[in-house]
Nanobody, 122 residues
């Protein structure tokens, strides 16, 4: 029902920045919350941040709070993840997600993006 198309991944050095984008479409996408998860090599897929289309509430994982910012552009049906002060441990495939209660984990995800790779080198 909901389609999510991600972009913006790439390779950066530690301390650098990247901005990920996720374009949502489908009949019911605007009834769901949006967020980002990430999966590092050999690790589980973890919650990063989430937001509603109304702009609140916003949740961040402790590991990214203060460095990452999630936002939406409702006119473009797009959610962004601005990532600053990147660290090597941020290296992961980042997945856009639509669902409910995303901050509680991936169980509430209804749709996933295909993932975009972020590599942070030291």
């Amino acid at each position: 029902q909901v389609q999510l198309v991600e972009s913006g991944g790439g390779s950066v050095q530690a301390g650098g920045s990247l901005r990920l984008s996720c374009v949502a479409s489908g009949r019911t996408f605007n009834t769901l919350d949006m967020g980002w998860f990430r999966q590092a090599p050999g690790k589980e897929r973890d919650f990063v941040t989430s937001i509603t289309w109304s702009g609140a509430p916003i949740y961040y994982a402790n590991s990214v709070k203060g460095r990452f910012t999630i936002s939406t552009d409702n006119a473009k049906n797009t959610v962004y993840l601005q990532m600053n002060s990147l660290k090597p441990e941020d290296t992961a495939v980042y997945y856009c997600a639509a669902g409910l209660g995303l901050h509680k984990g991936g169980g509430g995800v209804n749709s996933w993006g295909e993932g975009t790779l972020v590599t942070v080198s030291s």
